[in-house]
């Protein structure tokens, strides 16, 4: 699948499946496309769409929603995107795990973001 059927699909929620490889590349291919803010924003919406659409809205987390699309948009290195745990580099467990990531967007507290 090329990067415009990626976002049609997305878009669309016709998605079968949204392994982490495919989310990095999505996110790349809407940064290409729209300023940063819509980029984050049809991201966001898209995912609520997925774990509503599974019954599962409570699995949407803001915190990982951002703080990985902040890291694809910062241009990272593909190899560095790969890692499902990179997130750890930038937050401790307690707070990523916290109710309160979930719910809304929290800063990392062991490293910047940039």
């Not at 290409?32 to 409570?58: C, K």
């Not at 307690?94 to 990531?101: D, G, K, Q, V």
């Amino acid at each position: 699948m090329n990067d415009d059927e990626l976002v049609r699909r997305f878009d669309s929620g016709t998605l079968t499946s949204f392994p982490h490889e495919l989310h990095v590349r999505l996110t790349q291919a809407k940064l290409a496309r729209m300023p940063e803010a819509d980029a984050l924003e049809s991201i966001r919406r898209g995912i609520r769409a997925m774990a509503a659409a599974v019954g599962a809205p409570q699995k949407y987390h803001e915190t990982r929603t951002g703080a990985w699309f902040r890291l694809i948009a910062a241009g990272l290195p593909d190899e560095h995107l790969m890692r499902r745990d990179l997130l750890d580099d930038y937050y401790s467990p307690a707070l990523l795990n916290s109710e309160r990531a979930r719910k809304g967007w929290v800063p990392p507290d062991l490293a910047d973001i940039e």
